[in-house]
T-cell receptor
Framework: AQSVTQLDSQVPVFEEAPVELRCNYS??????LFWYVQYPNQGLQLLLK????STLVESINGFEAEFNKSQTSFHLRKPSVHISDTAEYFC????????????WGAGTKLIIKP | NAGVTQTPKFQVLKTGQSMTLQCAQD?????MYWYRQDPGMGLRLIYY???????DKGEVPNGYNVSRLNKREFSLRLESAAPSQTSVYFC????????????FGDGTRLSIL
């Protein structure tokens, strides 16, 4: 069965430091990959997605993620975090032949220390 | 443009009471979803509707029912609430296709006493 593993439940980091949030998935078929962000007391918003083509994808607020097919990973990175990045980040995967089945990771809380 | 609107935002129920969570989207999306979010467990799909007139069970459907009233609206009903259903409930919508992102409402925070 397909699954998504976010290896860290919380990641504390100092402001302006780099951060990496890890995501691994298990699937024997091709997938689409997503990162969503949830700010406190809000719903989830799409941060970035990988569908095909270049394995490095970027968001408008400085995050990037790289699809690594051999390691079945889709880690999220930012070179310098800001206090406004405090949120919970969810990795999600859907199968190429699926219309609906989005498989979610458990989430990683990014805690920015001043 | 409102996106996905959920009502109510907060609700406290007693065990055994019933209630309906409402969801409406104005993006002309075909597919709609109901999730529950519990600490450390990510999102779990309760029910989904791939298109108007169809509904299907997700990962955790027990204790819930849904109605796809029309293309815009998708409601979730708890017939006899139990403390285990205390959670944050999210409605989402998307266009058809696994590559399409889902758009979420702000959630309903439900406590069952």
């Amino acid at each position: 069965a397909q699954s998504v593993t976010q290896l860290d439940s919380q990641v504390p980091v100092f402001e302006e430091a780099p951060v990496e949030l890890r995501c691994n998935y298990s699937s024997s078929v091709s997938v689409y990959l997503f990162w969503y962000v949830q700010y406190p007391n809000q719903g989830l918003q799409l941060l970035l997605k990988y569908l095909s083509g270049s394995t490095l994808v970027e968001s408008i607020n400085g995050f990037e993620a790289e699809f690594n097919k051999s390691q079945t990973s889709f880690h999220l990175r930012k070179p310098s975090v800001h206090i406004s990045d405090t949120a919970e980040y969810f990795c999600a995967v859907t199968l190429w032949d699926s219309n609906y089945q989005l498989i979610w990771g458990a989430g990683t809380k990014l805690i920015i220390k001043p | 443009n409102a996106g996905v609107t959920q009502t109510p935002k907060f609700q406290v129920l007693k065990t055994g009471q019933s209630m309906t969570l409402q969801c409406a989207q104005d993006m002309n999306h075909n597919s709609m979803y109901w999730y529950r979010q519990d600490p450390g467990m990510g999102l779990r799909l309760i029910y989904y509707s791939a298109s108007e007139g169809t509904t299907d069970k997700g990962e955790v459907p027990n204790g819930y029912n849904v109605s796809r009233l029309n293309k815009r609206e998708f409601s979730l009903r708890l017939e006899s609430a139990a403390p285990s259903q205390t959670s944050v409930y999210f409605c989402a919508s998307s266009q058809t296709g696994g590559y399409q992102p889902q758009h979420f409402g702000d959630g309903t925070r439900l406590s069952i006493l």
